[in-house]
């Protein structure tokens, strides 16, 4: 079992950065890829990023458009989400989530672990 906890959501203004952190207890060694998904009020679910635990190798959903950046510090099992030039569309819930397999990692079905979400709000 992996347990996952995120943090470093807020309100921000057009343009701004956040950092949002996802920190993995647990088996956390089990971990294949770690990937941040984001939801927005009425809409689907949709992948922004995925990490490769054992090589950092990362992906990044189109519309992110070089906007955002995924790390991890592996000592610390943690992931981190660095976002910037944030619009007013990024709003949303943002939740990471943890899987022990590799295939189709932009498909939030394949996560069996997620955190409970951190809010990001950007203002225009």
């Known amino acids: 079992q992996v347990q996952l906890v995120e943090s470093g959501g807020g309100s921000v203004q057009t343009g701004g950065s956040l950092r949002l952190s996802c920190a993995a207890s647990g088996d956390a060694d089990s971990i294949a890829w770690a990937s941040w998904f984001r939801q927005a009020p009425g809409k689907e679910r949709a992948w922004v990023a995925s990490?490769?635990?054992?090589?950092?190798?990362?992906l990044y959903a189109d519309f992110v458009n070089g906007r955002v950046t995924i790390t991890q510090d592996i000592a610390k099992n943690t992931v981190y989400l660095q976002m910037n030039s944030l619009r007013p569309e990024d709003t949303a819930m943002y939740y990471c989530?943890?899987?022990?397999?590799?295939?189709?990692?932009?498909?939030?079905?394949?996560?069996?672990?997620w955190g409970q979400g951190t809010q990001v709000t950007v203002s225009s």
């Open positions: 989530a943890a899987k022990t397999t590799t295939a189709r990692v932009e498909r939030a079905a394949e996560y069996p672990y």
């Open positions: 990490i490769y635990r054992d090589t950092s190798a990362t």
